[in-house]
Nanobody
């Protein structure tokens, strides 16, 4: 049974930092291309970052570029999202998404991903 689980969300002041983590069981972790997707209340889902199975290739949305860093440790079966210089508009539910794909790039569209976690809530206060 596939299980994707995020952790690390919480309340942070504007300008602060948080690190999210995601594990995926029931799948071979280094077969997976992965992404972090957020959804704020009343807004569309947004893929804020993605990473190839090897970790060599990453992408970021313009809204988080230079502030967020995605990484993965395949030996620990864990995906990370380091968020710094956070803004109130970063407030959202952050979900981890995965697809079995060992291609060169990763996917910036939410519709490419097959496996999803329940999400972890991030609230940034002003």
């Amino acid at each position: 049974q596939v299980q994707v689980v995020e952790s690390g969300g919480g309340l942070v002041q504007a300008g602060g930092s948080l690190r999210l983590s995601c594990t995926a069981s029931g799948l071979t972790f280094d077969d997976l291309t992965m992404g972090w997707v957020r959804q704020a209340p009343g807004k569309e889902r947004e893929v804020v970052s993605c990473i190839s199975w090897s970790g060599r290739n990453t992408r970021y949305s313009d809204s988080v570029k230079d502030r967020f860093t995605i990484s993965r440790d395949n030996a620990k079966n864990t995906l990370y999202l380091k968020m710094k210089s956070q803004k109130p508009e970063d407030t959202a539910m952050y979900s981890c998404a995965a697809i079995k794909d060992k291609g060169f790039w990763c996917y910036e569209s939410q519709y490419e991903y097959d496996y999803w976690g329940q999400g972890t809530k991030v609230t940034v206060s002003s």
